[in-house]
C-alpha cells in the first residue's frame, strides 16, 4: 500500500543510518506526495547525507530543492524536440544570472504563477456537497462541504486523510449514488447534495493505454476525424477506400506483418518485453496501398508522426479536429506528436491527454473532476498551464477538486479544505476551511505556516535556501 514516493523515501533512511561513504545517491522526484513541512526535513537529511562524504543527484521540479542544491543542471529549453539541451548549469545562486533557462525566470520572480486577482465566491451554504460522519483509517467522525461550481483544494500533511476523505469516502459514496457503482465507500453517516452534480470524473495520471497500439489520437477521438478526412481525398473515392481502409486495427489498409501495430514484440522471458520496428512498413503502421493516398502531400502515417503543433496548423479548416487539438496544445502538449505511442507518455503527459478530452468535449456545467496531486512530475511552466487549463473547466460552471501539496496550486484555489493537523493518528480532521486568505490566518495549520508567504505580492526570493 506503500506509494512510489513512500517506497523511495524508506530506501533512503535506511541509507542514512548506514553511515556509507563516498557513494553516489541518485532520486527521481523525492518530493513527490510531501507537504512543504516534509520537504524541509527531506532536504536536511540529502544534505546530512552528502556532509558525510556522499553525491547526491536529483531530478526535481521542487522549487526548495532547487534552492537548496550546490550544483543546478537545467535541461531545455522547451519539452521533446524543443529541448534536449543544457540551457544553464554551475554552482548556485551563480547560475541565476542565466536568464535563457526558463526555470531560473521562475526562480527569480521574472515569470511567476500568481493567484487569482478575483476569487470565484463559494458558498458552501448555497451549493455543496456535504459528507458527514466520515470515520474510515484515521478519520475522526469527520463532516466536511465541498462547495460546487469553483476549484477546491484539500491541503494537508503527509498522511493527514487527504486522500481518504475524498479518494476512500467521497468519490465511492458519490459513484453509488449517480451511477449505482457497487465499489464500497469508507465509513461515513451521508452524502447529501448530489442532485447538483451531473457526473463525476477522476482524472489520474494512469496511461492512457497499456500497449504501443494506444496514443494520443486515438484516446481523443481525433483519430476518427483525421480518418474521414482521407476517406474523402479524390484517390480514395477512385479506389473505393473507406474510413475503416486507414485503421490500423482492422484489416485492409494496415501491415498484415505487424498487424497495424508498427512494432512487434520480442519476448525477453524474465526481462521486460522489448518493441522493435516492423521490418515491413518500417513503423508506418500501413500497407504501401494506403500509403499512396495523400492529403495536402501527407500520408496518413505522416500525420500519426505530426506533433500537436505542427497538425494544428495542419488541420485549421476541420473545426472537429481542430477543436480538440488545440485542447491538447494548451494544456502544454504542443511537443507531443499524434500517433506516440502510450507506454511512451509520462504520468503527467497523460494526465493532461485526459484532461484536454474533457476540455474538447461540450460540458454540461456541473461536473465533478477529481485530481490526485496533479503536478506530480511537472515543471512550473506546466504548472501554469495545468492551472490555466482548470480554471477553464471552473469557468464553465464545472468544480474542481484537487488534492494537492504544491503551494503554487494551492494559492490559486477559490476555496480550501485543510486535513490534520499531523500525519496518522495525529490527523483525521479538518483543521480549516475557507479561501486561501482564511486558511492562511489559522492556528494549528501547517498549511498555513507555509501559505501565507505565498500569498504576500510577488517578489523575487533568495537565490539559495539554507536546508
Known sequence: ?????????????????????????????????????????????????????????????????????????????????????????????????????????YLTGELAITPPPQRRPLDPDRACLELKGCRENNLKNVDVRVPLGGFVCVTGVSGS???????????????????????????????????????VIEIDQSPIGRTPRSNPATYTGVFDEVRKVFAKTREAKIRGYEVGRFSFNVKGGRCEACQGGGTKCIEMHFLPDVYVACEVCH???????????????????????????????????????????????????????????????????????????????????????????????LHFADINNLLNVLNRLADLGNTILVIEHNLDVIKCADWLIDMGPEGGDGGGAVVAAGTPEDVADAKGSHTAEYLKPRLAPAQARPMAASA
Open 161 to 199: 486523510g487527504k486522500s481518504t476523505l475524498i479518494n476512500q469516502t467521497l468519490l465511492p459514496a458519490l459513484k453509488r449514488k449517480l451511477y449505482g457503482s457497487k465499489v464500497k465507500a469508507g465509513a461515513h453517516k451521508s452524502l447529501n447534495g448530489v442532485a447538483k452534480v451531473d457526473k
Open 1 to 105: 500500500s506503500l506509494s512510489g514516493g513512500e517506497a523511495q523515501r524508506i530506501r533512503l533512511a535506511t541509507q542514512v543510518g548506514s553511515g556509507l561513504v563516498g557513494v553516489c545517491y541518485v532520486l527521481d522526484e523525492p518530493t513527490i506526495g510531501l507537504h512543504q513541512r516534509d520537504n524541509t526535513r527531506l532536504i536536511r537529511t540529502l544534505k546530512r547525507l552528502q556532509s558525510i562524504g556522499n553525491t547526491v543527484i536529483i531530478v526535481e521540479h521542487d522549487e526548495d530543492c532547487i534552492r537548496a542544491a550546490d550544483h543546478l543542471i537545467d535541461i531545455g529549453p522547451g519539452a521533446g524536440l524543443h529541448g534536449g539541451h543544457v540551457v544553464a548549469q554551475g554552482p548556485v545562486p551563480d547560475v541565476f544570472s542565466q536568464r535563457q533557462s526558463t526555470t531560473i525566470k
Open 283 to 377: 513503423g508506418k503502421r500501413y500497407n504501401a496501398e494506403t500509403l499512396e493516398i495523400h492529403y495536402r502531400g501527407k500520408t496518413i502515417a505522416d500525420v500519426l508522426d505530426m506533433t500537436i503543433e505542427e497538425s494544428l496548423a495542419f488541420f485549421e479548416n476541420f473545426p472537429a479536429v481542430h477543436r480538440m487539438l488545440k485542447a491538447l496544445n494548451d494544456v502544454g502538449l504542443s511537443y507531443v506528436k499524434l500517433g506516440q505511442p502510450s507506454t511512451q507518455l509520462s504520468g503527467g503527459e497523460a494526465q493532461r491527454v485526459k484532461l484536454a478530452t474533457e476540455l474538447g468535449k461540450n460540458p454540461t456545467g456541473h461536473t465533478l473532476y477529481v485530481l490526485d496531486e496533479p503536478t506530480t512530475g
